[in-house]
C-alpha cells in the first residue's frame, strides 16, 4: 500500500472515541443486565476486535473470562460462503455463558460459521455483541443480539478496523477513500 496519504485517506471519524466511548458503555450495561453476576466467557474474534474487546471487558461488571478465535473467508471464494477458523477455542464452553465481541458485520458469514461452530459446543448460551452493523450488505441470514452501531455501506477503519492491515490503531472509526 502506497502510504503517501496515509491518514488524509480517511476522510475524518464518522464515529468519534467519544461516541465509541458512550456506545460500548451500553453494551456493558446490556451485558451486566441480561448476566445479573453470573459469569461469562467473553470470546472475541480476531484481529479486528482487540481494541473494542479491551473497552468492553472494563464496561461490565459480571465475573468474566477471556478467550480469542481468529476466521478467515477462503479467499477467492466469498461467495461460496467457507470461512476458516484459523484459531479454535482450547477449552470446554459447555458450562459457559458464552458473548461473542466482534468488529463488524458486514456479509455475516464470518459470524453466522463461528456461531455455528460454537453453538456445537453446546454452551449454557450465546450472545453476540458487534461494534459496528452493515445489515445493507447482508448475503446470510445472521444477526447480533446488540448492535453499538449501524452505518451504511462504506469501508470504514480504525478501532481495530484494517484496510490491508493498516488503520487499526486509529481511535476513532473513519471512511476511507483510497479504495
Ligand atoms: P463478513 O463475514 O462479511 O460479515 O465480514 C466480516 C469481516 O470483514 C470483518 O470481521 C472485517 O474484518 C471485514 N470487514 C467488513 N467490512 C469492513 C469495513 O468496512 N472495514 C474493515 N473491515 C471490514
Ligand atoms: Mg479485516
Known amino acids: 500500500m502506497n ?3 496515509y491518514i488524509s485517506s480517511v476522510k475524518g471519524a464518522i464515529i468519534t472515541a467519544e461516541e ?9 450495561k446490556y451485558i451486566d443486565a441480561i448476566y445479573d453476576g453470573r459469569p461469562i466467557l467473553l470470546i472475541g474474534i480476531l ?4 481494541m473494542f474487546m479491551a473497552d468492553l471487558a472494563r464496561a461490565i461488571s459480571v465475573p ?3 478467550a480469542f478465535m481468529a476466521a478467515k473467508s477462503y479467499e477467492g471464494t466469498e461467495s461460496s460462503g467457507k ?4 484459531l479454535d477455542i482450547d477449552r470446554d464452553i459447555s458450562e ?23 453453538k456445537e459446543k453446546k454452551p449454557l448460551s450465546l450472545h453476540v455483541i458487534t461494534l459496528l452493523d452493515k445489515p445493507e450488505r447482508r448475503a446470510v441470514n445472521f444477526n447480533a443480539d446488540y448492535s453499538i452501531f449501524t452505518i ?3 469501508f470504514v477503519v480504525g478501532y481495530g478496523l484494517d484496510y ?11 471512511e476511507i477513500s483510497v479504495l
Open 83 to 86: 470461512v476458516r477458523i484459523t
Open 3 to 5: 502510504t503517501d496519504n
Open 47 to 50: 484481529k479486528g476486535c482487540f
Open 20 to 28: 465509541i466511548r458512550d456506545g460500548i458503555a451500553s453494551a456493558g
Open 64 to 66: 468474566c473470562e477471556i
Open 152 to 154: 451504511p455501506d462504506i
Open 96 to 118: 459457559y455463558h458464552v458473548v461473542i465481541a466482534e468488529d463488524i458485520i458486514d456479509t455475516g458469514r464470518t459470524l453466522k460459521a463461528v456461531a455455528e461452530i460454537l
Open 164 to 174: 490491508n492491515e493498516y488503520y487499526r490503531n486509529l481511535p476513532y472509526i473513519g
